[in-house]
């Protein structure tokens, strides 16, 4: 099968910088978009940025000139970099690839989530 795994979450101050990684493994044949969502306390998920195969990126207005997301396609990794972190940054970030598996079918894929609290 396929799995996401992310790292780089954790606690830092506001106006601090994190780094999310996250790398897609298993039977895949070829990733079209990934990106990165989140989801704070008694929200609904929201996008936080996605960049496609081809590089095209796309921002949550709220995240712009902040962050930034980049990918490996060599090593099926996404990076989420954050500068100016703000408390309502704070959430559970995760993963998210659409992907064609080796068998040919279209999947849509999740992390597991890490944590980012940013505090005032």
């Known amino acids: 099968q396929v799995q996401l795994v992310e790292s780089g979450g954790g606690l830092v101050q506001a106006g601090g910088s994190l780094r999310l990684s996250c790398a897609a493994s298993?039977?895949?044949?070829?990733?079209?978009?990934m990106g990165w969502y989140r989801q704070a306390p008694g929200k609904q998920r929201e996008l936080v940025a996605v960049?496609?195969?081809?590089?095209?990126?796309n921002y949550a207005d709220s995240v712009k000139g902040r962050f930034t997301i980049s990918r490996d396609n060599a090593k099926n990794t996404v990076y989420l970099q954050m500068n100016s972190l703000k408390p309502e940054d704070t959430a559970v970030y995760y993963c998210n690839s659409k992907l064609v598996h080796v068998s040919g079918r279209y999947l849509e894929v999740w992390g597991q989530g890490t944590l980012v609290t940013v505090s005032s």
């Open positions: 298993g039977s895949i044949f070829s990733i079209n978009a």
């Open positions: 960049v496609t195969s081809g590089g095209s990126t």
